[in-house]
């Protein structure tokens, strides 16, 4: 009994206190709508509140917007009346002006109307005029035929006969009298272009020796430089072509040559060879190769020199190497390259005096002689002016150039007024006192003609002219000629000497004929 009691107290218990949460969530559910009705109606107001603000804003902007659009309406509105009392000012003053243009062109007309009366008046005149003077022409003439017995054309005639030979011989005199003005009047300019130009161009006399004295330290020397029983000094002598003359005269050997670029090929071995100290055979042919390439470079960086100190621009490599050989050969005595220098300057100073290109005539200068220094023995036949054209025109130079070169000894006709420039200057450079001597370059002609002798026979290698020609040296290959070929190649060359050359004294004929056996050892 008391568990059900309890039990049913536990229930009651139980309902009652749902019922009080009930109660109690109920009364919260209720504060809370209130809260929240009164939160809404607050958002509500102040989204009202904030409504009438925008709306308010927005208003006063489109009211702003309206007056900015209005007044930029009427200032558009006001540029387009401006512009168009403009035209009609502008319209105005050209009816105006043409109101005035037309009553000054009928003005102008009427009396345009009055001058043209004027003259038709005037040549009625004028025409009334004209033949009662023919006709009183015609009467007098009638008159002078009877008086004189002749009629107008044959008076005529004999007069234009007479005016004609007057005519003729005052023409003649007065002809010449102009050529003779003419002439003198020439002749005076021409001298006084030459002279100023000669004046104007100072250079040295650039004579060219056939010897070169190489100066050594001590006299000990030149026993190394002989070498045992003269090997040295003959291998030498054998790979640069040049006489090496060992001597009573301290401290000096002199190399004689009369081809300048194996005379310096030889001075500079020899310098390399004394300074290093090694004095043999081989080493002797080592150095004189290397020396050679050594020409060949300082050959070219003479012509670059010659032609920037020139003013030259363009110019071929080979024509500048050829300029570059000019260094080393000489004109009856006279070094080349400073007479070719020589006679560019005097070219550019004339063609400027007569109002020509200077440049090319410069240019033609330089180049006037390039054919004396040809690259094979074939070229040596070929005069060298024409020589000297052939390579201008087959590295490019300009017909002018090449007309000059070609014509200045006379060769072939001149065509432009460059061509007499070069010649003439070329006459001033070597007719100077001292500039030349043609003793020299016969003597230089004889050593060549020497050595072509010998290069006109079968097997022959080298050919050297040495002791002022008195001694021909020729080198042969040892695979085509013998020991008795090269006793009979001896014998034939000395009487092709004897019966085609004359020479004062004998020439002495060597035929060297040489056998190596070379191996190297690894």
């Not at 310098?271 to 060949?296: N, W, Y």
């Amino acid at each position: 009994m008391d568990n059900i009691t309890i039990a049913v107290a536990a229930v009651v218990g139980l309902v009652i206190g749902f019922l009080i949460a009930k109660f109690m969530e109920k009364g919260k559910a209720s504060k809370t709508v209130a809260n929240a009705k009164n939160d809404a109606n607050s958002i509500i107001k102040d989204a009202k509140l904030e409504a009438e603000s925008i709306k308010k804003d927005k208003i006063f902007q489109a009211k702003e917007k309206f007056l900015e659009l209005k007044a930029e309406h009427e200032k558009v509105i006001n540029n387009k009346d401006k512009k168009i009392n403009e035209a009609e000012k502008r319209t105005r003053d050209k009816e105006s002006q043409i109101s005035s243009e037309l009553a000054k062109n009928k003005k102008l007309n009427d009396q345009l109307g009055h001058k043209l009366k004027e003259v038709e008046h005037k040549n009625d005149f004028l025409s009334k005029k004209q033949s009662e003077l023919e006709k009183l022409h015609t009467s007098k003439v009638q008159q002078l035929e009877v008086i004189s017995g002749l009629s107008a054309d044959d008076a005529k005639g004999q007069l234009m006969e007479s005016l004609k030979e007057t005519a003729k011989t005052e023409a003649m005199a007065f002809i010449q009298t102009t050529v003779e003005e003419a002439k003198l009047t020439a002749q005076q300019e021409a001298r006084k272009i030459v002279i100023n130009t000669i004046q104007r161009v100072g250079t040295e006399e650039a004579v060219e020796n056939c010897v070169s004295v190489f100066n050594i330290e001590s006299d000990d020397v030149k026993g190394r430089i002989i070498g045992r029983e003269g090997r040295n000094i003959r291998a030498l002598e054998s790979a640069t072509g040049v006489e090496i003359i060992v001597d009573d005269t301290p401290e000096a050997i002199i190399l004689s040559c009369f081809d300048s670029v194996r005379r310096e090929v030889a001075r500079l071995s020899l310098h390399k060879l004394v300074t290093d100290g090694r004095i043999h055979p081989a080493r002797i042919e080592e150095i004189v190769k290397k020396t050679e390439k050594q020409i060949e470079q300082e050959i070219v960086e003479v012509g670059k020199r010659a032609i920037i100190d020139l003013g030259i621009h363009g110019l071929h490599p080979e024509l500048v190497r050829a300029v570059g050989r000019m260094k080393y050969r000489s004109s009856y005595g006279q070094n080349l390259l400073q007479h070719s220098r020589e006679v560019s300057k005097l070219c550019g100073i004339m063609a400027a005096e007569l109002g020509l290109n200077p440049k090319i005539a410069k240019r033609a200068g330089l180049l006037h002689d390039i054919g004396k220094v040809p690259n094979t023995e074939a070229e040596i036949e070929t005069p060298h002016a024409i020589l000297g054209m052939q390579w201008a025109e087959k590295y490019g130079e300009k017909e002018d150039v090449c007309n000059a070169i070609g014509a200045h000894h006379d060769e072939i006709e001149m065509k432009n007024l460059i061509s007499p420039i070069v010649q003439v200057c070329d006459a001033i450079s070597g007719a100077r006192p001292g500039a030349r001597r043609q003793v020299l370059d016969s003597y230089i002609q004889r050593l060549k003609d020497l050595e072509e002798v010998a290069f006109g026979f079968a097997g022959v290698q080298k050919a050297y002219a040495i002791q002022a020609g008195r001694e021909l040296r020729v080198i042969v290959e040892s695979e085509k000629v013998t020991d008795e070929k090269a006793s009979q190649l001896s014998f034939e060359i000395s009487q092709k000497i004897q019966t085609d050359m004359t020479y004062p004294g004998q020439v002495k004929v060597t035929v060297i004929r040489e056998t190596r056996a070379v191996n190297v050892a690894r």
